[in-house]
């Protein structure tokens, strides 16, 4: 089962995903965190993750190559999902393909915003999609990647995006960081509830 956990920087997804693992492997789950994207043809599933400091520092890349990035990553998502994710396994995903239609910049997406959709469309969709938010201020307060202006239309464009899905929660990241772990638990714990009783 796949959930996916989004939000703005500042949000404490890494933090909240930590915890969440911790949590979850006590009572006996398999849990694996993926972060981003599987990057199976890039080669690099195993390097370290780059922490981005400047998300919008570097300028686009040309649309040809844009476009060709992420049909990659299409094909990629749907390899990883066909031949690599175990359906006993909760796999965790620190962001997925969509965080790109909310904040392209921070991908260099130099393409057409309409293919970026219709790609998106194609991708292999989570079981459950779960936006960690919090107002603005909180937000930059943690983080100043960028500016209070770009954070409230990412903040906005995220909870659009997850409350046009069927499966989505949206949980108080402005709570103590121990409250905002417990409540992604049960609502984890929920869905992970229902999808063995659809799968038994």
Do not use: N
Not at 39 to 62: C, E, F, N, T, W
Not at 83 to 112: A, E, K, M
Not at 170 to 194: G, N, Y
């Amino acid at each position: 089962m796949k959930i996916v956990i989004l939000g703005p920087d500042g949000a404490g997804k890494s933090s909240v995903i930590q915890g969440l693992i911790g949590r979850l492997e006590q009572d006996g789950r398999i849990v694996k965190m993926r972060h981003l994207k599987p990057q199976i043809l890039l080669r690099r599933r195993g390097a370290a993750v780059m922490i981005v400091v400047d998300p919008h520092g570097k300028p686009p890349r040309s649309a040809l190559t844009s476009v060709v990035k992420i049909l990659v990553w299409l094909m990629e998502e749907w390899y990883a999902y066909l031949f690599q994710d175990d359906g006993r396994t909760l796999l965790i995903c620190d962001r997925y393909y969509h965080d790109l239609l909310v904040d392209p910049l921070r991908y260099r997406y130099g393409g057409s915003m309409g293919a970026a959709r219709l790609v998106g469309k194609m991708m292999p969709r989570p079981r459950l999609w779960l936006l960690l938010d919090a107002p603005a201020e909180i937000l930059q307060a943690r983080k100043q990647e960028v500016p209070l202006e770009e954070t409230e239309r990412q903040r906005s464009a995220y909870r659009a995006f997850v409350q046009g899905q069927k499966d989505h929660a949206i949980v108080d990241a402005a709570q103590p960081l121990d409250k905002v772990i417990a409540d992604v638990e049960r609502i984890v714990t929920r869905a992970l509830i229902e999808h063995e009783g659809d799968r038994g």
